[in-house]
């Protein structure tokens, strides 16, 4: 594994792939190995901020979609965000590594507040900081937390530790025709449509000159391989 080429990230996981083979929740052993590649990672000396999704618990455009209104739906999501951090928080520390859950949210009972300088101490101190809650807004997505915090803490890059190794032409589970970009502009993530993150995602990070690395979570080791600027990845920046 070769030196890595950034100091400070934001490492943003897929909730739904907390369920591991299940359909919903969370599978513990998914979880213990993504928590080792986390550990992996940081034992090469790049800090490490987390932010985890909740698509394995509730997604508020689903959960509107059954009659709830989408404000109430989104905070739903946030909410699972919050439990998926607790989930992966604990086995990081089960397994020897330092870390700290920080949430959009004001729940003292459950973790600490989300502040910029938490965040930063936490990093400092060699811990992992997991950023729960999403945004604490409505209608933004966990990818748009992802890049919204690598900013504010002064990240190198947002790793989106997804279900696909890439950004394709089109939807690599609907088209096997579908081709993988090694490389992408923000402006050209933007006008292609791909919906493999959001488009507010993509435009913050082009505003804030924040490289996003696309890739699998899935293979094991692939974060710290990604670290090292190596791996199957879309790398979307400049
Ligand atoms: N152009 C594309 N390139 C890659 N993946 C795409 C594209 N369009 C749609 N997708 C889909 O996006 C999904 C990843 O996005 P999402 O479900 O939001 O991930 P996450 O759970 O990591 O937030 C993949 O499962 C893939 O099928
Ligand atoms: O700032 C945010 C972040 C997340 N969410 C909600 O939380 C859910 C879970 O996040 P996301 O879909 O990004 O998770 P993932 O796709 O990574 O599992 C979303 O569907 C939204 O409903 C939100 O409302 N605001």
Redesign the pocket.
């Known amino acids: 594994m070769g030196e890595p080429i950034y100091r400070r990230v934001v490492v943003?996981?897929?909730?739904?792939?907390f369920a591991g083979p299940q359909s919903y929740g969370i599978d513990q052993s998914t979880i213990d190995r993504v928590a080792g590649d986390l550990i992996a990672a940081r034992g090469l000396g790049v800090e490490i901020a987390v932010v985890v999704?909740g698509?394995n618990i509730f997604r508020g455009v689903e959960v509107s979609a059954r009659g709830v209104s989408r404000p109430t739906g989104d905070t739903m999501g946030m909410l699972a965000t919050v439990m998926n951090c607790l989930a992966l928080g604990e086995a990081l520390q089960r397994h020897g590594q330092k870390a700290r859950t920080l949430s959009s949210f004001v729940m003292p009972q459950v973790c600490e507040l989300y502040t910029r300088a938490a965040a930063q101490q936490t990093l400092g101190e060699g811990g992992i900081a997991l950023l729960a809650g999403g945004t604490g807004n409505p209608f933004f997505?966990?990818?748009t937390t992802a890049v919204l915090r690598a900013a504010e803490i002064g990240a190198d890059a947002v790793l989106?530790?997804?279900?696909?190794d890439?950004?394709?032409?089109?939807?690599?589970?609907?088209d096997p025709k579908?081709t993988r970009f090694e490389r992408l502009t923000h402006s050209e993530a933007l006008a292609?449509g791909?919906?493999?993150?959001d488009a507010t995602a993509f435009a913050l990070a082009r505003e804030t000159s924040l490289p996003i690395i696309?890739f699998s979570i899935a293979e094991p080791g692939s974060i710290g391989t990604v670290l090292g600027g190596a791996g199957r990845a879309t790398v979307v920046a400049g």
């Open positions: 943003k996981l897929s909730g739904e792939y999704g698509g997505t966990t990818d989106k530790a997804t279900n696909v890439g950004v394709y032409s089109a939807d690599p589970k609907r579908a292609g791909y919906k493999v993150m696309v």
